[in-house]
């Protein structure tokens, strides 16, 4: 049995999940919430069942409140340590960032790449960004995880990615289009309720930096549980949850 590798930005052992295939034998993929990226051995990322899709969305809820890494700056293949080439893939729904290796031995693709890869995302509107920026100070972006600035930006300055969200609707228009009769009808009956984006990116921080907060009370407090500004909203997060309380309510 092969040893457990290790994720090509944190070197940290990732834990090994299987997963349906519509080709045949179960896929085994190697996982780090910490750094929130999957490594694909060549073509796995083609070769995902829908039921599979559903268990990748389930893990990403359970680990939504996991303390995340900054990828590095360079990183290494899980198989030959030879350093991964950064580049762009662009799909439908817009562009995303993937880091390969040169001897063809896969793909490290974090999250909110494969969600953009698998046509799980819309661009959010301006009255959304204008919307969230009154009270949200700054957003991860969902092409390359980089913190912005949304009050200033209107688009990534990094890599020029246009904000975008994890669309419940999104996620079924686009597995209705791999998916077997049944779990079509069953996704497509299933109506996302109308979200208030910014209530829940604030819900969500908040509760994610309470306890840390509580933990390094000082004499005095900075920032108020009413003052947003300091938030910085995960997207990925918000919308990993949209799409799995639609799941389970399917």
């Known amino acids: ?24 034998p179960e896929l085994e993929l190697d996982i780090c919430f910490a750094c929130q990226g999957m490594w694909f051995d060549r073509h796995e990322n083609l070769k995902l069942a829908p039921a599979a899709v559903v268990g990748l969305f389930k893990l990403l809820h359970e680990h939504r409140e ?14 030959c340590v030879a350093p991964l080439q950064k580049g762009f893939d662009v799909v439908r729904s817009g562009r995303y960032m993937i880091y390969r290796c040169g001897r063809q031995h ?16 819309r661009h959010m509107t301006r009255p959304e960004i204008d919307d969230m920026a009154k009270r949200v100070g ?26 975008s969200l994890i669309d419940p609707q999104a996620v079924a228009r686009a597995m209705e289009g ?12 299933a109506q996302a309720a109308p979200v208030d984006i910014g209530d829940a990116l604030v819900a969500l921080e908040r509760d994610r930096t309470r306890a840390e907060r509580e933990r390094q009370k000082k004499a005095f407090t900075s920032t108020s549980d009413d ?15 949209l799409v799995w309380a639609m799941l389970k309510a399917s």
């Open 1 to 24: 049995m092969s040893s457990v590798p290790s994720c090509p930005s944190c070197r940290q052992p990732m834990e090994v999940h299987r997963f349906a295939s519509h080709a045949g």
């Open 66 to 79: 996991d303390q995340h890494l900054p990828l590095a700056t360079s990183m290494a293949c899980p198989r």
């Open 106 to 121: 896969g793909r490290f693709s974090t999250f909110s790449s494969f969600m953009t890869e698998k046509g799980f995302v």
């Open 138 to 163: 700054a957003i991860y972006c969902t092409s390359c995880g980089a913190p912005v600035d949304i009050r200033k930006d209107h688009a990534c300055p990094y890599c020029r990615a246009a904000f």
């Open 178 to 189: 791999y998916a077997e009769a049944g779990a079509r009808a069953k996704l497509h009956a």
């Open 227 to 241: 003052d947003d500004s300091s938030i910085t909203g995960d997207l990925l997060a918000v919308g990993v949850g």
